[in-house]
């Protein structure tokens, strides 16, 4: 299965900025995916990022909030901008595993603490 | 829309066994899996059973599928203090690639 190099591992940022996530993958996917855990929850997906085409954004999420790029087949990132507290949260990306039954590979995630 | 309930939390001793239970409420799931979470580290993918299938052993793991009641459980056997870890179970549903996660049961061993 595919390798995920996600950074930065954690963060601690002022309220109103912005960070930006990224995610490396060690083989070329059509798709990738960006969660949300927030403390004590489970996984949300904000969106799905194909390459060469916007990004699809699930309900309660939006393109102003969480800007997503895709340059190429192995790269993504995500930024949160405008941070405020409720933002706090760890956000990981993920993509299909090459066996398709077999699930999701998942980075090591960004622990975001916004103050 | 699909929704995945678990227990939040369970408390077992080494060397006993730990089932962790999972409802689900889509009827067309086609996969079903079981991740792990240590802390501060990502997801794993420790098994997973087509649903189709009722039963699946993997080494300690053994997954069991009631589809009637739309019921899944990991059962981990002479668990060890590194099984502590959140588990979390999740669904596919047939014709989409979404997955759908369960809300996670950290399971804690004692010494």
């Known amino acids: 299965s595919a390798v995920i190099s996600q950074k930065p591992s954690r963060d601690i940022c002022q309220r109103g900025t912005s960070l930006t ?14 969660y949300r855990q927030q ?33 190429n087949l192995t790269f993504s990132t995500l930024t949160v901008s405008n941070m405020s507290p409720e933002d706090s949260s760890i956000y990981l990306c993920s993509v299909e595993d090459d066996r398709a039954y077999a699930g999701y590979t998942f980075g090591s995630g960004t622990r975001l603490t916004v103050v | 829309g699909e929704d995945v309930e678990q227990s939040l939390f369970l408390s077992v001793r080494e ?4 089932v962790i239970n999972c409802t689900y409420t889509d009827s067309s799931s086609t ?20 649903s189709n299938m009722d039963m699946k052993q993997d080494q300690r793991l ?4 009631n589809k ?7 059962r981990i056997a002479d668990t060890q203090t590194g099984d502590s870890a959140i588990y979390f179970c999740a669904e596919r549903a047939g014709g989409y690639q979404k997955v759908t996660f369960g809300t996670g049961t950290k399971l804690q061993v004692i010494p």
């Open chain 2, 62 to 65: 053994t997954v069991l599928l």
């Open chain 2, 68 to 74: 009637k009641d739309k019921h899944l459980s990991l």
């Open chain 1, 39 to 71: 403390p004590g929850q489970s996984l949300t997906l904000i969106a799905t990022a194909n390459q060469g085409s916007e990004a699809t954004y699930e309900s309660g999420f939006v393109i102003d909030k969480f800007p997503i790029s895709r340059p």
């Open chain 2, 15 to 18: 060397g006993d066994s730990s």
């Open chain 2, 31 to 50: 996969y079903l899996y079981w991740y792990k979470q240590e802390p501060g580290a990502g997801l794993q993918l420790l098994t997973y059973i087509f």
């Open chain 1, 21 to 34: 996530i990224q995610c490396q993958v060690d083989s070329q996917v059509t798709m990738m995916f960006w």
